[in-house]
Nanobody
């Protein structure tokens, strides 16, 4: 299968910002509906934000006004801009995407990128 790759994680201070990216490793398959999920140690994985192929978006209540999901179709990439980060945002963030191409459609998870918010 095509590999989904997340990038942009790191260590930031409370109130800081990060931008995460999600893109397939190849150029044959197009990225369609995308969801950003996160999982903190000892917690269940939860959806944070999602975007459709038509750029309709939805967000978890606790990140509304702070996070923005967007897509750049020319570069076949989806982003998660995270502002005003809080310690409770600390988690591994995963991209889950619907991909299509060559008469195929399937879903795939990325391997995750660590986001740590700490003083």
């Amino acid at each position: 299968q095509v590999q989904l790759v997340e990038s942009g994680g790191g260590l930031v201070q409370p109130g800081g910002s990060l931008r995460l990216s999600c893109a397939p490793s190849g150029s044959i398959f197009r990225i369609n509906h995308v969801g950003w999920y996160r999982q903190a140690p000892g917690k269940e994985r939860e959806v944070v934000a999602s975007i459709t192929s038509g750029s309709f978006t939805s967000y978890k209540d606790s990140v509304k006004g702070r996070f923005t999901i967007s897509r750049d179709n020319a570069h076949n990439t989806v982003y998660l801009q995270m502002n005003s980060l809080k310690p409770e945002d600390t988690a591994v963030y995963y991209c889950y995407a619907v991909l299509s191409g060559s008469g195929q459609t399937f879903s795939d998870w990325g391997r995750g990128t660590q986001v740590t918010v700490s003083s």
